[in-house]
């Protein structure tokens, strides 16, 4: 029995990138109530199956939080269900775009743009302050922040013309998505188009699994479903309702030459 785990392992615990209670309830939580199946996975064998290792393989004996062979399939769910509520509900197009219209808001709402850092006011600006705020400014033409409430509560959101395919990056091009936008502000009002831009993170998190030999191993070297867990990365343009016609013939008029002359520069 191990008695001195340390403060690192007790928060792996309870938030750790792999197997933290936050993650596990999060994914089943939010996968309930968004009405979708994607952050389901067998979490009762997931939670029977979890130890405290060492990282022998790491060349530490350091203990960590891993499970033993039997649960490898179900951490392997876990990791899969993870990426598809991040494609699909987290990192949806328009759940982002809403986000952009919110800073906007907020940017020209907040006095500097910026939360008071005065504990007091800090404290007294809740959610309803904010939606509050969005309401009163949408029905008054007059208010600065007009119309970015109207994106907010009359849904009259920017809407998606360009996402970074698989294909686009091939050749070496990154950040497509940001080339194409710089472009964009030459052909249309910059205040009408976004460019929204979150950089991939590793898909799976590294853990100690103990195998049936009683051999510890890392789970990138045991699992192939981990191994080839494809990061996610946001990569993507929005433009005002208004120009979206437009903008969709830009794109595709556009695209291949712009990204083919990019990989040229950038092989320079």
Known sequence: MLLNLG????????????FGADRIDYLLRDSYHAGVKYGNFDHNRLINTLRILPRQ???SD???????????????????????MYKQVYLHPIRRVYDLHLIDFLNSWLEGGLFSTALEDHLAMCDAEVISAIRKAS????????????RIEKREHFRLFYATSPGDKI???????EKLYDLAKNKFDSNLIRHDYIPPKAAAPDFPVKMYDNSIQSSLKVSPVLIGLPSIEVDSLFCCKSILRDALKWRDETRAEALDLVK?????
């Open 7 to 18: 403060n690192y392992t007790i928060s792996e615990i309870i938030i750790g990138d792999a």
């Open 57 to 59: 393989d790491q060349g």
């Open 62 to 84: 350091e203990p960590a939080l891993g499970l033993e062979n039997g649960g490898l399939e179900s951490s392997e769910a876990l990791m899969l269900a993870r990426h598809f």
């Open 139 to 150: 029905i008054d033409a007059s208010n600065p922040s007009h119309l970015h409430a109207c």
């Open 171 to 177: 050749g070496g091009v990154l950040r497509p998505g």
């Open 264 to 268: 040229q520069t950038e092989l320079l």
